[in-house]
């Protein structure tokens, strides 16, 4: 298998890290756009924290041997209700939690299959 080859399920964890990090601290950090995210959504200022912890947990639990397969499926569970939020209420554009979600369920992939690049 050639470098670059090898090297892509780490480049994946490394983006879906900075995406959940990113993504999951400014829910813990209760920033406008999305304290009105979860307002439009009606379950709650602390559905916003407990969705926050889950990406910045699940981002961490990538990079920890033996805990990156359940890393990912948290991931892909919560992309699954947000694109689901995005289609039942929220509107415009579910691709980027789609998006997120087929990466994490990559990143799931080569875990359970060894190749953590």
Do not use: N
Request: hydrophobic share 60%; proline share 5%; net charge positive.
């Amino acid at each position: 298998m050639s470098k670059a080859v090898s090297f892509l399920p780490r480049l994946v964890r490394i983006l879906l890290t900075l995406a959940f990090v990113a993504a999951g601290g400014a829910k813990l950090a209760g920033a406008a756009p999305m304290v009105a995210v979860f307002d439009a959504i009606g379950a709650g200022q602390w559905f916003r924290y407990v969705t926050g912890g889950i990406e910045v947990i699940g981002a961490a639990l990538l990079w920890v041997p033996g805990l990156a397969l359940p890393g990912a499926g948290l991931l892909v569970a919560t992309m699954m209700s947000a694109v689901i939020a995005h289609l039942a209420i929220l509107g415009p554009s579910f691709v980027p939690a789609l998006v997120l979600g087929l990466l994490a369920a990559c990143a799931g992939w080569t875990a359970r299959h060894g190749s953590t690049g």
